[in-house]
């Protein structure tokens, strides 16, 4: 498909292990972003990627959460000792370009996260 | 509209009616306003998109007014079907600075649920 593809679309683990989330974004996006979304919230933001810089990481909750992305491509979001707090469904968008031009983010169906 | 809190606004109208979705945004520097539909198991899906220097903007059965004055966004649906059920999430993106770079990030309302019944 063409659209933001996100894996795995669901994941259960124990608390204190380490997860990695995984986002392919839409061809030819140089931008790339990370939400969080709790039952029933809205979506709160973690980090902001254009190509493989982040010159936005002001939303990443703690020193637990990190993200990368390399080739301009696919980005990796992965917390560490997971805790229960960090259940949530976890969303990838990406847009043509970010900063200045203004594009629509367009977003994956997000990776949901639970924490036993 | 909008409220900040656990329990979202709810709208329930009937199948062919039309629908009036409010958000209300705080940051007068923001400059570029998005409405999202987000169903069940689903991640948002882009509607509509409106810059600051516009005040209304239509697509096909949706349109989007900004009132900068009061800090208000709508979005309106004409003909209102069953399909339309879902979240619909207003966001917006902040400038920066004077020169219009904007941050990267939207901020999301809570959302408002709309429900058509047939």
């Known amino acids: 498909g063409a659209g933001v593809s996100q894996s795995p679309s669901n994941k259960v683990t124990e608390k204190g292990k380490d997860v990695e989330l995984r986002c392919d974004p839409i061809?030819?996006?140089?931008?790339l972003y990370w939400y969080r979304q709790s039952l029933g919230q809205g979506l709160e933001f973690l980090i902001y990627f254009q190509g493989n810089s982040a010159p936005d990481k002001s939303g990443l909750p703690s020193d637990r959460f990190s993200a990368e992305r390399t080739g301009g491509s696919v980005s990796t979001l992965t917390i560490q000792r997971t805790q229960q707090e960090d259940s949530a469904v976890y969303l990838c968008?990406?847009?043509?370009?970010?900063?200045?031009?203004?594009?629509?983010?367009?977003f994956g169906d997000g990776t949901r996260l639970s924490i036993l | 509209g909008e409220s900040v809190g656990l329990h979202l606004p709810t709208l329930s109208v009937q199948e062919g009616d039309n629908s009036i979705i409010n958000c209300a945004y705080s940051?007068?520097?923001?400059?570029?306003f998005i409405w999202y539909k987000q169903e069940s198991g689903k991640g948002p899906q882009f509607i509509i998109d409106i810059r600051s220097n516009m005040d209304k903007r239509q697509g096909q059965r949706v349109t989007v007014l900004l009132n900068k004055t009061v800090k208000h966004l709508s979005l309106q649906i004409a003909a209102t079907q069953p399909g339309d059920s879902a979240v619909y999430f207003c966001?917006?993106?902040?400038?920066?600075?004077?020169?219009?770079?904007?941050?990267?990030?939207?901020?999301f309302g809570q959302g408002t649920i709309l429900t058509v019944h047939p």
């Open positions: 966001a917006e993106n902040t400038r920066k600075d004077a020169g219009g770079t904007s941050y990267g990030k939207l901020t």
């Open positions: 968008a990406s847009s043509l370009v970010g900063g200045r031009s203004n594009q629509p983010q367009h």
């Open positions: 940051n007068s520097a923001s400059d570029y």
């Open positions: 061809s030819g996006h140089t931008a």
